[in-house]
């Protein structure tokens, strides 16, 4: 079966060269009709690999290395993209199946267009399922079959992380065709009002299911790995936020292209860019040359030929970008102050603070390449990642009533005047009877604003209650989206600085206090699951009168000789009471001791209600049906 | 105002823009850019500052894991030139932290040349082991 699975991939390549060659000629039926043959070939393809994993087909060399017969239904399933090559297939199908829905769902009545739209498509899939085919490949067979798999990674049997690979995969390779559709429109020489009005959905496409993806690993970590953070700057955590922050700023700037025509060969160089990333954060996880917590296993070969892809294919658009950008018309003229301006510092700003994670991600890739190894953490990216967003944060409830060309900023005073009062309001808080800290203070001020922000500018455009639900739905995913950001920021501010991290040694029957919390350890019982044991403890926590019991685990899975932290969560509404075990220490003829790390972590669901928001505002606005208004300069 | 001095204006607001980031960013990393450091590094050249935030690897050595009256421990950590260092540590320590097993410390020196870490990081899988542990060498015995 997975013979018939390794020709339907070749197929698919086959089907891939066809695309291109008639996608780059012109033909749009033609390329068309084989990006969707290519779809079904990979799908069934991508299928085999799958059926292989269920049936616990261990002559199948991916299966026999990465799953187990004990392994659940649902992780079986998901544990075919969870390992190198089974995901380089995801993100081969995924590919090829955005070229499939642009060939099926473009209609800009521009066929020469749409058809080098599928070429450029139509090089990228072939790329990928070359890398696939001859580098690694998920279709070889182990002769004699083992009797039994040897992967059982018990932090993959979970599942937030099974979906987390989809997700990702939807967002890094949905902007392939955000970057077909640039390379389209830069072949052609017109990145207009028409171009973004077409590629704008396909951005948003890519940008929702990225929002999720990143909120769903970051939120695995946070219960899973018993560190009590939710966000580490581990390079692949960066690797997945620069085509994010890139991907924001392509929207915003692509709204801009489609409104008044200007800022063609920004959103050009973003839409090209924002896929360079996704390519380039490939390269960083899977090819070992940055150490990372969550490192897969690595083959500096691999690491190669996808260095190589990203810098051939990132490099031609590049090139072509630097060709045709001066070929590209303007629209009208803008003032700094109007909401060209502001959209074109937040372009800046955006992609500024991209390249300082670039650096820090980078650098220590740098200074080893001059016999020095370090690595570069979180203070560095709080020293500038963070005043770069704040800026922007700051900036965005003042500018976003501004209008086209050239703006009204006689109230911009009042609105300064509002942001240092709030600020103030939180500083003396902090010198009065809350003890926030000032850092605290100005983040939750932030936050606010950018909540009231949202809601006064909703308010401006329905002026009266009964337009608000006539008001088109991009205007409500705005609405969310900047709300969503505004509690993100608050609960990422507040969780930081707030967070307490106590370590407890106790023996059974003993208590400590920790935050206001008492923490009793009753026991630690000796459990078993299907195909693990465990330790569990029974902690008992009180405060004012609320009393929970927490039950964290150290568990051993045998099969994959791995020890696992099951974090005991007990939410609280406001904060979450958070604990992990750790070893028991024998005393010498008495008791066992246990040790327990206690976090207590403010609002953090705050901060994935946030995330939740911006992914919701982005999918409202990619569901709008646009109507072309004129330009009115 | 003319188009060309408004242009100006753009370019040179951009170019302060980013000439802030890179300063910044410079600054940030040369304050943060935490060094790595071996048993065998420090035998040669001596200890980092005392305070400064450094990381440190090599592997447990067998035997020398002992625990406090609390949640703390100390451990040596040995490389293949067989020198070592102590760590002491509060807190649980990884899942996969175990004598005879590889492992990068961050935290800063005291003056008595010991190494308070404020976090640890040992292998998480089987197949993992970090690049900088390759290139120190394991300990033959």
């Given at each position: 079966m997975i013979e018939a699975g390794h020709f339907a991939a070749f197929l698919a390549l086959a089907f891939s060269a066809a695309q291109t060659g008639l996608g780059l000629r012109g033909a749009r039926d033609a390329s068309g009709l084989f990006a969707k043959l290519a779809l079904l070939a990979m799908a069934f393809a991508f299928l085999t690999i799958v059926w292989a994993f269920v049936r616990s087909d261990f002559s199948v060399e991916l299966v026999a290395a990465h799953s187990h017969t004990l392994k659940p239904l649902a992780y079986k399933i998901a544990g075919t993209w969870g390992n190198h090559e089974g995901s380089m297939a995801l993100w081969c199908l995924v590919g090829i199946g955005f070229g499939a829905a642009g060939a099926y769902l473009l209609?800009?009545?521009k066929p020469v267009f749409e058809a080098r739209a599928l070429g450029v498509q139509g090089v990228l899939n072939f790329a990928s399922l070359a890398y696939l085919l001859?580098?690694?490949?998920?279709f070889t067979r182990l002769?004699?079959?083992?009797?039994?798999?040897?992967?059982?990674?018990?932090?993959?049997?979970d599942p937030a992380l099974a979906i987390h690979p989809p997700m990702l995969y939807l967002g890094y390779v949905g902007y392939s065709f955000v970057f077909a559709l640039a390379a389209a429109g830069l072949i052609e020489g017109k990145i207009d009002r028409d171009w973004a009005k077409t590629a704008r959905p396909w951005a948003l496409a890519a940008f929702v299911p990225l929002t999720f993806g990143i909120a769903l690993g970051s939120y695995w970590a946070y219960y899973?790995?018993?560190?009590?953070?939710?966000?580490?700057?581990d390079p692949v955590e960066n690797a997945s936020l620069m085509p994010w922050l890139i991907g924001a700023a392509l929207m915003h700037s692509m709204i801009v292209t489609e409104k008044r025509g200007s800022f063609s060969a920004w959103t050009a160089l973003l839409a090209v860019l924002a896929f360079c990333f996704s390519m380039l954060g490939a390269f960083l996880v899977r090819s070992g040359v940055l150490t990372s917590v969550?490192?897969?296993?690595?083959d500096p070969l691999r690491g190669s030929l996808l260095l190589g892809g990203l810098l051939v294919l990132g490099g031609s658009a590049l090139l072509l970008f630097a060709l045709r950008a001066p070929k590209l018309q303007g629209g009208p003229e803008w003032l700094a102050t109007s909401r060209e301006g502001a959209l074109m510092g937040n372009n800046l700003v955006l992609t500024v603070a991209t390249a300082t994670v670039l650096l820090g991600t980078l650098f220590p890739l740098i200074a080893e390449a001059v016999g020095q190894t370090i690595s570069v953490g979180e203070p560095y990216f709080n020293m500038t990642f963070t005043p770069i967003m704040a800026l922007a944060l700051i900036a965005l409830p003042i500018v976003q009533a501004w209008s086209w060309g050239?703006?009204?900023?006689?109230?911009l005073w009042k609105w300064a005047a509002g942001f240092a009062g709030l600020v103030g309001v939180f500083w003396l808080a902090g010198i009065g009877?809350?003890?926030?800290?000032l850092l605290a203070g100005i983040g939750l001020a932030l936050g606010l604003w950018l909540i009231f922000g949202a809601g006064q500018e909703i308010w401006r455009r329905a002026k009266t209650v009964d337009r608000l639900p006539k008001l088109p739905l991009r205007v409500w995913g705005m609405t969310f989206a900047h709300a969503g950001l505004g509690l993100f920021v608050m609960g990422a501010v507040l969780e930081t600085s707030g967070r307490t991290q106590t370590t407890l040694a106790l023996e059974p029957g003993q208590s400590a206090q920790v935050a206001g919390w008492t923490m009793t350890l009753d026991d630690v019982r000796s459990i078993e699951g299907p195909n693990w044991y465990a330790d569990r403890a029974h902690l008992f926590a009180e405060r004012d009168g609320t009393r929970t019991e927490l039950r964290p685990q150290k568990r051993y899975y045998p099969a994959a000789r791995m020890p696992t932290t099951e974090t005991a969560i007990h939410k609280t509404g406001v904060s979450d009471l958070y604990v992990a075990l750790g070893d028991g220490r024998r005393t010498a003829g008495g008791p066992t001791r246990w040790t327990f790390e206690v976090f207590v972590n403010p609002l953090i669901d705050i901060i994935y209600l946030g995330v939740l928001l911006i992914g919701l505002g982005a999918g409202l606005s990619m569901v709008d049906k646009r109507k072309k208004k004129a330009v009115t300069s | 105002m003319r188009a060309r001095t408004k242009r100006l204006w753009g370019v040179g607001a951009v170019a302060v823009v980013l000439i802030a980031a890179v300063a910044l960013a410079a600054v940030a990393l040369r304050q943060h850019a935490d060094l790595f450091y071996t048993p065998g590094l420090i035998a040669d050249k001596g200890l980092p500052d005392q305070g400064k935030r450094v990381r440190v690897g090599g592997w447990v050595q067998t035997g020398s894991l002992t625990y406090g009256d609390a949640a703390d421990m100390t451990f040596l950590i040995e490389d293949s030139s067989g020198e070592t260092v102590e760590v002491s540590y509060t807190g649980i320590a990884p899942?996969?932290?175990?004598?005879g097993e590889g492992v990068v410390a961050t935290g800063s020196f005291d003056t008595d040349g010991n190494f308070e870490a404020e976090s640890i990081l040992a292998?998480?899988?089987?197949n993992y082991e970090p690049r900088e542990l390759k290139r120190a060498g394991q300990p033959t015995s």
């Open positions: 209609k800009t009545g001859l580098a690694s490949s998920p002769d004699p079959a083992p009797l039994q798999g040897s992967g059982l990674n018990p932090l993959l049997q899973e790995l018993g560190w009590g953070g939710w966000w580490f700057w969550h490192a897969f296993a690595v050239k703006a009204d900023i006689s109230s009877p809350f003890d926030i800290p | 899942d996969l932290f175990r004598e292998k998480h899988d089987e």
